[in-house]
């Protein structure tokens, strides 16, 4: 469906059948799942104050924020179709891309799109599987799939139990998609602490390396207690995908990483990572670590080692993801204050906390070291009742310059250019107004990428937004063209 909305200018505002490991994944042509309570970033509701309430009321009727899902765009940017959720009624998550496919994660399982006509997808097949988040990527016949939620065995029919259960599994789940509408469900590898995300990492044509992130609630999980301070890393056959194991788990804080509060209030302790992102061209990795950021080197793919960690104590309250630019000289990460479940696009929280962090990546070799320049955030505060915080981003493959398409949940999708690590800016956004002006409700876009001339955003909600930007500062990324993308393993675009 294509939009037919206005662009709109803010004011700123002031104050599948699918053949069985263990048990069947199910196809769905049509029909509802089951929604799954599993936990996640995925925010629930929460109760707003009268005064909260009102002045979200005043922000909509004197045009400082959009009505409630009122759809608002700049200019240079283009809404072209919007895919509603379908059999899967979870919330929506992370993108992947393949030729002419995307794969969208939903914590009910995962949907697959024909995305030959941008402007028209379609759905080609839906299995449904169980398991927060269901983090997803792909690697050639392979599609890999994090489950992060206490489950009552590794099959597509388990079902949610009490993580203090000594029996519960989480980790990877592998199906094969060497037929898109047929997707078959062929390893399970269980990791520590579960799979919240994960990176893929190639090595060669007949091996991928997968890089578990997960992390230690607290003390009450009897299969992830503290310390938690490394990740899982598997190596996968690819012709053999079954043979999947962990062959490490390196510890990467052996000093215990960020202690968080009290000795740091506000701040995250650090017990395992929230997301990685490798560069393999550069044999680096950037890790986004809860309390701490890093930078490791992977030029041997089973044993990733810390380069350089930094901590922001003053501004960040927990690290959770990376993105290098195009020469691998500067790394953005993100912080998600609140847990993508809290209102912090506003005045009250200011433009330096639930941002980006901009950090140059001097020296060389194991000599690099991550140097802070300046934050970024969007410059469109939003209403009370909006979950809005920095998300799930990638690069626009501009050469000489270094531009980001980024997921802000209610804050929409976010175009902005840190060419100048010290002067980052926005250059084009899309949004829509609140879910609701009385109350909290948590949605929004999960992750915003650009494939191949387009923007993918997967609303948690809504479903899958194809957007457009026309701008001569983007414009020559269109003659880029990928075969696949795993935004959390960058690609050498020239």
């Known amino acids: 469906m294509t939009s037919t909305h206005k662009p709109h200018v803010r004011r700123r505002?002031?104050?599948?059948?699918?053949?069985?490991?263990?048990?069947?994944?199910?196809?769905?042509?049509?029909?509802?799942?089951?929604?799954?309570?599993?936990?996640?970033d995925a925010p629930a509701?929460?109760?707003?104050?009268?005064?909260?309430?009102?002045?979200?009321?005043?922000?909509?009727?004197?045009?400082?924020i959009p009505g409630v899902d009122e759809i608002v765009h700049s200019k240079n940017m283009t809404h072209l179709a919007n895919i509603p959720k379908d059999a899967l009624?979870?919330?929506n998550s992370d993108l992947a891309f393949q030729g002419k496919y995307a794969f969208?994660?939903?914590?009910?399982?995962?949907?697959?799109?024909?995305?030959?006509?941008?402007?028209?997808?379609?759905?080609?097949?839906?299995?449904?599987?169980?398991?927060?988040?269901?983090?997803?990527?792909?690697?050639?016949?392979?599609?890999?799939?994090?489950?992060?939620?206490?489950?009552s065995d590794n099959s597509c029919n388990s079902t949610s139990q009490p993580a203090t259960e000594k029996s519960s599994w989480e980790g990877m789940k592998i199906f094969d998609i060497s037929d898109k509408r047929n997707p078959e469900y062929v390893a399970a590898v269980e990791t520590a602490c579960g799979s919240h995300t994960h990176t893929l990492m190639p090595a060669g044509r007949s091996t991928v390396y997968v890089y578990v992130s997960s992390y230690s609630p607290d003390e009450t999980f009897p299969d992830c207690k503290p310390p938690h301070d490394g990740i899982s890393v598997i190596k996968v056959p690819v012709k053999a995908p079954q043979k999947s194991a962990i062959v490490?788990?390196?510890n990467l804080f052996p000093d215990g990483g960020n202690p968080g509060g009290p000795q740091n209030p506000g701040v995250s302790r650090t017990t395992g990572c929230h997301?990685?992102?490798?560069?393999?061209?550069?044999?680096?990795?950037?890790?986004?670590?809860?309390?701490?950021?890093?930078?490791?080197?992977?030029?041997?793919?089973?044993?990733?080692?810390?380069?350089d960690r930094v901590q922001d104590n003053v501004n960040f309250a927990f690290w959770h993801s990376a993105t290098f630019n195009e020469r691998g000289t500067k790394v953005v990460f993100t912080d998600e204050l609140g847990g993508g479940g809290a209102a912090t696009?506003?005045?009250?929280?200011?433009?330096?906390?639930g941002a980006n962090g901009i950090y140059d990546l001097r020296g060389k070799g194991k000599h690099r070291e991550?140097?802070?320049?300046?934050?970024?955030?969007?410059?469109?505060?939003?209403?009370?009742?909006?979950?809005?915080v920095a998300h799930n981003g990638s690069l626009i493959p501009v050469r000489g310059r270094d531009i980001m398409v980024q997921s802000w949940y209610q804050g929409g999708v976010s175009v902005w250019d840190f060419t100048n690590s010290k002067r980052p800016k926005e250059i084009g956004y899309f949004e829509r107004g609140p879910i609701s002006a009385d109350k909290f409700v948590g949605g929004g876009t999960w992750s915003a990428y650009y494939y191949n001339g387009h923007i993918y955003s997967n609303d948690m909600v809504k479903g899958l937004d194809v957007l457009k930007i026309s701008d001569r500062r983007t414009d020559g990324a269109a003659r880029v063209r990928m075969d696949e993308l795993n935004a959390q393993t960058q690609p050498e675009y020239h």
């Open 104 to 151: 969208a994660g939903n914590y009910d399982g995962f949907r697959i799109f024909d995305i030959s006509d941008p402007e028209s997808p379609e759905t080609v097949s839906q299995v449904l599987c169980p398991g927060a988040q269901n983090d997803i990527s792909v690697s050639g016949d392979l599609l890999f799939l994090s489950t992060d939620s206490s489950r």
């Open 13 to 40: 505002r002031l104050g599948v059948a699918a053949a069985a490991f263990g048990m069947i994944a199910t196809f769905l042509a049509a029909g509802p799942a089951a929604a799954t309570p599993d936990p996640g």
């Open 89 to 91: 009624e979870g919330t």
């Open 275 to 307: 997301d990685i992102t490798t560069y393999p061209k550069l044999k680096l990795a950037a890790g986004a670590c809860m309390g701490d950021g890093l930078i490791m080197d992977v030029s041997d793919p089973a044993e990733p080692k810390v380069i």
């Open 45 to 64: 509701e929460k109760p707003v104050t009268q005064e909260q309430e009102a002045e979200t009321r005043k922000a909509i009727r004197g045009g400082e």
């Open 248 to 250: 490490d788990f390196p």
């Open 345 to 353: 696009c506003n005045a009250e929280i200011g433009p330096n906390r």
């Open 370 to 388: 991550l140097v802070f320049k300046s934050y970024f955030k969007i410059p469109r505060h939003q209403a009370d009742t909006e979950n809005c």
